[in-house]
């Protein structure tokens, strides 16, 4: 499926690396990216719904301090912090603090730092 075109549309990101056939692994691994070699030989990859595509690079130092976040969707949260950590990343924030939206962050091999999300808190809590 092509990526869905228009004017605004976060399209790409930059993810710092050191290994980066490392760290497209974990991200193929935890999130099932499609990690793919770009006409140029670098790796780059495409998120699992076709809108997102970004690659790896070298030379920068990791996104680990506050200031802009990148969250990623899931659809089971326990089972990705638990892939997450499988795979060499680690869980810096758990479920809970941003109550009631579902959310984690992490922290890659590397040491940059995402956010979580799990659709689903506010409509599931307030049942409750």
Same mark, same amino acid.
């Given at each position: 499926?092509?990526?869905?075109? =228009?004017? *605004? ?5 930059? !993810?710092?690396? &050191?290994?980066?056939? /490392? ?17 140029? &030989? ?5 998120? @699992?719904?076709?809108? %997102? /595509? *970004?690659?790896? %690079?070298? $030379?920068?130092?990791?996104? /680990?301090?506050? =200031? ?14 638990? /892939?997450? %950590?499988?795979? *060499? $990343?680690? !869980?810096?924030? =758990? ?6 939206? !579902? @959310? ?6 590397? $040491? ?8 689903? $808190? ?7």
């Amino acid at each position: 499926m092509a990526p869905r075109l =228009g004017n *605004g549309k976060i399209c790409y990101v930059e !993810i710092p690396a &050191g290994d980066i056939p /490392s760290l497209a692994a974990f991200y193929g691994s935890v999130f099932g990216w499609n990690v793919r070699n770009r006409d140029d &030989g670098h790796l780059a990859f495409d998120d @699992t719904v076709g809108q %997102v /595509s *970004g690659t790896w %690079v070298t $030379g920068k130092p990791p996104a /680990s301090e506050h =200031g802009l976040r990148v969250y990623i969707m899931v659809d089971d949260m326990e089972a990705t912090m638990a /892939s997450v %950590v499988a795979n *060499g $990343g680690e !869980i810096v924030e =758990g479920v809970g603090a941003h109550w009631p939206e !579902i @959310t984690a962050r992490f922290r890659d091999p590397y $040491g940059n730092i995402f956010s979580l999300y799990q659709e689903g $808190g506010r409509q599931q809590n307030q049942a409750v």
